[in-house]
């Protein structure tokens, strides 16, 4: 199992980074939906906010896998493959993001959705798909 270096935890939490989520359905359809909330709130684990419930939601609950990407011009960023763990509906982390989302979005945030990172890839360039 891989942990985030610091330079992988900095590109997701850039609020100007471009960040998607992809999951799988029971099928092996792959499904990629805009997250701007993704970020690493430490070494191990991804978090983002569940705003308006969705298929990836489904697919998460189903399958328990994710793969976030986190990039930016010039090309630079990381792909970071995990296990979905769950949704936080209460407590210090969910508070943290409903308040920063209605800030910034003026939305509600339904849960907070955590993922337990295994692999961790860059997809630089030079250096693409290396560990």
């Given at each position: 199992m891989d942990k985030m270096s610091k330079e992988v935890m900095d590109m997701f939490n850039d609020q100007g980074a471009s960040k998607i989520l992809a999951t799988l359905d029971e099928k092996g359809t792959v499904n990629l939906a805009p997250k701007g909330t993704l970020s690493a709130i430490d070494e191990e684990t991804i978090?983002?906010?569940?705003?308006?419930?969705s298929k990836t939601n489904k697919n998460l609950e189903k399958t328990k896998k994710a793969t976030a990407?986190?990039?930016?011009?010039p090309p630079a960023g990381y792909q970071v493959k995990g296990t979905f763990q769950g949704f936080q509906?209460?407590?210090p982390l969910f508070d943290q993001f409903a308040k920063n989302v209605k800030e910034k979005m003026k939305l509600d945030?339904?849960?907070v959705g955590t993922i337990k990172v295994e692999d961790v890839f860059t997809v630089n360039p030079r250096d693409a798909a290396k560990k």
């Open positions: 978090v983002f906010a569940d705003i308006f419930g990407l986190s990039f930016k011009f509906t209460s407590g945030v339904k849960g």
